[in-house]
């Protein structure tokens, strides 16, 4: 059995995995990253990147390689969806922002963090002690055991996270998930392809969307674990073909996942503990439009920094993670609060001004698909009765 010792160890190559090697491996310390696949890998994603993400790529890593983009590359901005027909557009406030191809967009920035990269190592177990932590991963394959021996680890390993599931055995029977998943098609759409288009219809599940990618259409649904996808995902195509037109040619390609998108939702967030450190989609960032990638590179970015301050100042860097990431916390946080969205501006688009533009009659509708829309998520359904004058004075302008 092979033994290697390391001052980090990240587990996962991904953008909040390079985000905290970037940090770490600056700062002179040795930092290894296992990957149980082989690099470049797939990986299920919109690929829309915020503006405030895609800065930060920029400013970090370099602007990526052309093959890092798919086609459009650019898209404008978000595109709510009404059952009746009616369109909300929303342009991203900084302007366009790219339309990444994850495979390449990662493998990017996992090679200009210059972390070691281990792929093909599947992390199986870890025990945490005084002074480091102990992981046993496996070689892909040949099922070669390793034993690493870090001063701190990273779990950088998405939604379904094995680092956090060892590290909080109950953890995963303690959350809400979500089953999403997105069908490509050739196809005809009556849809402008520079947006993405975002349904609020509380008939349409938790999230359903639509956006052009690489000659196709996808159809993207969201619903509880356990529900019927296929159905689910059936009446999402009825919908955009009876009211945008869609007329499908071929099924390409489908693709799903479990997400644990409701940890943002509800403010239930884990960060680790004796000297691991949790961050990104694993710890439970997620923005409201499903993009991810902003605050799993910011995240990242600070497990990084709470582990260089503990080397150089001799502080627990559990302790200083848990205070430096609550800035990060409160921006996802709330970005799903709609008393910050009516009352301020959470996201990267101006709602209000959006909807000022439409006569009152559209708003008045528009505001009760928004919430119905947002009264159908676990825990929010004193939306409704607590927020309706508000909402009626701020877009309707009377009580």
Known sequence: ???????????????????????????????????????????????????????????????????????????????????????????????????????????????????????????????????DVRVRARRVGTGEEIIYRAKYVIAADGPRSE??????????????????????????????????????????????????????????YTDEHGEPWPRGHGNAVEYFQQHHGLRIHEEVFKEGCLENFGMSLTNHFVFGERRVLVTGQAAGFLNMMAEGMSCAMHSGAIAGESIVESFTRNRDANAIYDELIQSERKRTVDQWNPLKILFDNPHEADLKAAIMKFPIADRAYMVKEMLAYIGQFRGYHWVAPILSASIRRLFLGRY
């Open 163 to 220: 680092a956090v599931a060892k590290l909080y055995p109950a953890f995963r029977d303690s959350i809400y998930w979500f089953v999403v998943g997105q069908k490509y098609y050739r196809a005809d759409l009556d849809l402008d392809p520079q947006w993405f288009h975002f349904t609020i219809n509380s008939r349409l599940g938790y999230y359903t969307w639509t956006h052009a990618e690489n000659g196709c259409h996808i159809i993207g």
């Open 1 to 131: 059995m092979n033994e290697i010792s390391t001052d980090v160890l990240i587990i996962g190559a991904s953008l909040a995995g390079a985000a905290a090697a970037k940090r770490t491996v600056d700062a002179g310390f040795q930092t290894i990253t296992i990957e149980k696949k082989e690099l470049p890998r797939h990986k299920i994603c919109s690929g829309i990147l915020s503006p405030r993400g895609y800065a930060f790529l920029r400013e970090n890593f370099g602007e990526p390689p052309d093959n890092a983009f798919h086609t459009p590359k650019w898209v404008t901005g978000v595109n709510f969806l009404f059952p009746n027909g009616l369109q909300l557009p929303m342009p991203f406030i900084p302007g366009p922002t790219p339309h990444i191809y994850r495979k390449f967009a990662d493998y990017h920035v996992v090679r200009e963090s210059r972390t070691e990269v281990h792929e093909r190592t599947e992390f199986r177990d870890m025990e945490t002690g005084a002074k």
